[in-house]
């Protein structure tokens, strides 16, 4: 193998790593953060609900998305999920 073709494979295996890492990174990003529109939207799958409000409180050194449902029965329910900061 020449210089030539040495130096077209290295760039090919660092460009392949590289991009790698930047889908490992954008994947694990979305996974770190859920927004109050997500954590609503999964309270009331998850409950089977209607949204009557939602919104995110500071709790000592945490926040929490504060989500109130009515359910199907009439209930009305609060869910509290915490924040998974980004």
Avoid at 4 to 29: K, P
Avoid at 52 to 57: N, P, R, Y
């Amino acid at each position: 193998m020449g210089i030539f073709d040495e130096g077209v494979a290295m760039r090919n295996r660092l460009t392949t790593a590289l991009l790698a890492a930047c889908i490992a990174l954008a994947a694990s990003a979305a996974a770190w953060g859920q927004t109050l529109d997500e954590a609503a939207r999964q309270a009331a799958r998850q409950h089977d609900a209607k949204v009557l409000s939602a919104h995110t409180v500071q709790e000592g050194d945490r926040r929490v998305h504060v989500i109130k449902l009515l359910t199907k029965d009439g209930v009305v329910k609060v869910v509290r999920i915490p924040v998974r900061e980004r």
